[in-house]
């Protein structure tokens, strides 16, 4: 760690060192605070946090479990004023429950659970002179759970893949489930991606049809009872009963947080995958383009090409105008191409060019005209399935399977775009896909980070990997040529974000290195192309997500504290944030340099 004259603004701080400590760690001369956490008031009124006697009724109206993504969001002539809006991705009911019983839940239980998921939008304010953030109840307050009706657009709403007996419409859904990560819009809403929606469906094995059954093998819907048994509860989390429920999940989700009565969105041009959010790009003629990553092992990177223009302005009309960006235009899926193919062995090694790198294509699925119709571009498939069974037209034109797309986002400085390839332990394995240059270690137990040049509302680009990411002690990493003897070890990057001098931030989720997972700086341009230091740890057991970087302060979401093998409320492995013997709670965390800015 340390500092000299020759590091790059943004990232003049002391290094964390990795570390299994029960806190979040932060540089000598930085401060931290927690902004809000799991069971903290959003809604006026709700009741205060009480672990031992929480209610769905006191859930639906409090901060929801598992933060995610988060997006903060100026209130215009309000200085110092935010809007927070954060998803919260899934319940783990024996850490919020002491004594549950995962074969008996109670109807309670199942309540609290879907009040727990969706999303919060909660004003903080801040102070001078500090980068705390306290919250506040504002007129755009909001909850959004498993319960929230959500209106469908795109060429997927009305659907037969879509109508259930509760909505022969197909074109409203009760909720949203499994958020994970995320993107603020340059209109000012929020995009959320639905990852691991498979978990909460029951009794795919009672499924006979062939091809249903094979689309829902290829999403990972699989099994008779459910982790959690909704399906004892609603029907619509039954297959036997309601084969349809499953396709109103899996989308990219728009909330408007300056309407606390609007309906969110799901955009089914965006195709229907194990989103992990979608981020935007706005080209010089104003088209959007939406990029989005399916994270499972050997899964597809996307990019949505919008044939609307942004409309400037923050007025309420443009917003709505603007959320429509993203239900006219054309949907691809990303082929990678190898310089050096021949050399990739699957150990790692760097190929006798010096670096992992080459060309590609975007190969078109899905046009979805003006008029909201969708035109399949893949043989064989409607648009109806292409939208719905994305992944079934990403393997019919040969993409590229990746080592699990997390966080895929465009820097907003230069344009280029970065992919965070969290890990992929059964590449390789047991006749799986082997290594290829973008995904060049097989049983990768610690991920890479791609940097793309794209031809953004074009087909071709070209990229390489800037980070190999490991112990950098190993042979097998890499840190963008930089010296490996004075960066971070780095693993399994998950969330990604850029600060406002240009460089890339990193969170990671499930470190493979034995410590704690972190927040990490990596140097894009110039000498010190690569140098990547970690800026925080988050407490055992918890993952870093959500991270926001600013002049200011830094947040991040805690994810998941003390979610380790054997634990739960009645064995707890961390008491953070509160301490003595409480229980873990997720939180959303700021931290800020005593009497200074980030990084300088
Ligand atoms: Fe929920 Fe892909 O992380
Ligand atoms: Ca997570
Ligand atoms: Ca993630
Ligand atoms: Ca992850």
Not at 498 to 523: E, R, Y
Request: charged share 20%; proline share 6%.
């Amino acid at each position: 760690g340390g500092s000299d004259g020759a590091t790059p603004a943004g990232t003049n701080f002391g290094a964390v060192a990795p570390n299994t400590e029960d806190a979040v760690v932060v540089p000598e001369g930085y401060e931290q605070a927690v902004v809000i956490r799991w069971g903290d008031p959003v809604l006026p009124g709700a009741p205060a946090f009480d672990f031992d006697n929480q209610t769905a009724q006191a859930q639906a109206q409090q901060f929801g479990f598992n933060n995610d993504f988060a997006g903060l969001l100026p209130v215009e002539g309000q200085p110092n004023t935010f809007l927070l809006v954060v998803n919260h991705e899934y319940t783990t009911e024996p850490f919020m429950f002491t004594g549950y019983d995962a074969e008996n839940p109670s109807p309670e239980q199942f309540q609290t659970a879907l009040a727990a998921h969706g999303l919060s939008v909660v004003q903080v304010k801040g102070e001078s002179g500090s980068g705390a953030l306290t919250p506040d109840f504002g007129p755009y307050n909001r909850r959004i759970t498993a319960t929230t009706e959500f209106v469908v657009t795109g060429p997927a709403a009305g659907s037969d893949f879509l109508k259930t007996s509760a909505d022969p419409t197909g074109t409203k859904v009760l909720g949203t489930l499994n958020n994970c990560s995320g993107g603020v819009t340059p209109w000012g809403t929020v995009l959320s991606g639905e990852e691991n929606f498979n978990q909460y469906f029951a009794n795919a094995e009672l499924v006979t049809d062939p091809a249903v059954a094979a689309r829902l093998k290829r999403y990972g819907v699989e099994g008779a009872a459910s982790e959690r048994k909704w399906e004892r509860f609603d029907k619509r989390f039954d297959l036997a009963q309601e084969p349809n429920e499953v396709n109103r999940f899996g989308w990219v989700v728009e909330v408007n947080p300056w309407d606390a009565t609007s309906a969110p969105v799901k955009h089914t041009a965006l195709g229907r995958f194990k989103h992990e959010a979608a981020t935007i790009h706005v080209t010089d003629d104003g088209t959007v383009v939406a990029y989005s990553g399916d994270d499972e092992r050997f899964d597809y990177m996307y990019k949505f090409v919008s044939s609307r223009k942004m409309m400037d302005g923050n007025s309420q009309a443009a917003v709505r105008n603007n959320m429509t960006l993203l239900d006219a235009g054309t949907l691809y899926v990303a082929k990678f191409a190898g310089s050096s193919a021949d050399e990739i062995d699957g150990s790692g090694a760097l190929p006798s060019s010096g670096t992992f790198d080459g060309t590609g294509e975007w190969i078109p699925l899905l046009r979805t005209g003006e008029d909201g119709r969708g035109e399949s571009l893949v043989d064989g498939m409607s648009a109806e399935e292409v939208a719905v069974f994305t992944r079934q037209a990403g393997d019919k034109v040969g993409a590229t399977k990746m080592d699990r797309p997390e966080d895929f986002e465009p820097s907003p400085t230069t344009g280029k775009v970065y992919v965070a390839l969290t890990n992929n332990t059964k590449r390789g394995v047991d006749g799986a896909a082997a290594a290829d240059e973008a995904n060049p270690r097989n049983n990768n137990k610690n991920g890479q980070v791609l940097e793309l040049t794209d031809d953004h509302a074009g087909t071709a680009f070209t990229w390489n990997l800037l980070l190999v990411c490991g112990d950098p002690t190993a042979a097998d990493t890499y840190f963008g040529g930089f010296d490996k003897a004075s960066v971070s070890p780095i693993s399994c990057p998950d969330n990604l974000a850029f600060d406002p001098h240009g460089n890339l931030w990193i969170s990671t989720d499930g470190n493979a290195l034995k410590s704690n997972d972190g927040l990490f700086s990596v140097v894009l341009d110039g000498p010190n192309r690569g140098a990547t230091k970690q800026f925080l740890t988050v407490p055992k057991g918890a993952e870093t997500c959500g991270p926001i970087v600013g002049e200011e302060r830094i947040t991040v979401c805690v994810q998941h504290p003390g979610e380790l093998d054997g634990a739960s409320a009645d064995n707890p492995a961390s008491h953070w944030p509160d301490g003595g013997d409480t229980q873990p709670r997720p939180a959303v965390v700021a931290v800020w340099k005593s009497g200074g800015r980030i990084g300088v």
